[in-house]
């Protein structure tokens, strides 16, 4: 099942890149919260986190579970949490993709919901940038799978949508303004 994110868009400052996505998600804010801020929700979407100290200073480290290195070792990623607001902002900082942000809130009530505001800065190349972009945009795509109860089946993971996603953003067809 394949359901499509919205597109980021980013900014760029010196060789630091700010990426951002906003999404409505039809799902309440705890359920959101539990998807992006916990040990059990990270692994089904984006990456495992182990260590994962739940408070503002606290150890974690993510290991993408997709395969993507040449020897099928994704990327491991260690760093700390720079803001922890439950169950509103989760920021984790850590080697490879730098400052990532999650800001949760809770979307009118005539539409339900909850409204997540993610943010990634980044130090890096264009290109490195246009990898995150895609790869940002593919692994929201598996949260919204994950919300629905469908949980990433990383075994069966291949890197073509990934790749259409890159030329898209790569194109400038698809980044916001």
């Known amino acids: 099942m394949e359901i499509p994110s919205p597109y980021g868009a980013s900014e760029t400052h010196g060789d630091v890149h700010t990426l951002r996505y906003e999404l409505s998600l039809p799902y309440p804010q705890e359920r959101v919260?539990?998807?992006?801020?916990?040990p059990e929700g990270l692994p089904t979407w984006l990456a495992a986190?182990?260590?994962?100290?739940?408070r503002e200073g606290g150890a974690i480290t993510l290991r993408w579970l997709n395969a993507a290195g040449p020897e099928g070792a994704g990327t491991v990623a260690p760093g700390r949490v720079t803001a922890w607001e439950p169950p509103s902002v989760a920021e984790y900082t850590v080697e490879v993709h730098g400052r990532i942000r999650?800001?949760?809130?809770?979307?009118?009530?005539?539409?339900g919901g909850t409204l997540l505001h993610f943010t990634n800065e980044m130090p890096g190349t264009d290109d490195e940038r246009?990898?995150?972009?895609?790869?940002?945009?593919?692994?929201?795509?598996?949260?919204?799978?994950?919300?629905?109860?469908?949980?990433?089946?990383?075994?069966?993971?291949?890197?073509?949508?990934?790749?259409?996603?890159?030329?898209?953003?790569?194109e400038g067809k698809r980044e916001l303004p």
């Open 49 to 54: 986190a182990e260590p994962f100290e739940r």
């Open 33 to 38: 919260w539990d998807a992006v801020a916990t």
């Open 102 to 111: 999650f800001e949760l809130e809770r979307a009118p009530a005539s539409v």
């Open 130 to 170: 246009l990898d995150c972009l895609a790869g940002w945009h593919h692994h929201f795509e598996y949260l919204l799978q994950a919300l629905a109860g469908h949980p990433a089946d990383w075994p069966t993971w291949s890197v073509e949508r990934w790749e259409a996603l890159r030329r898209e953003y790569g």
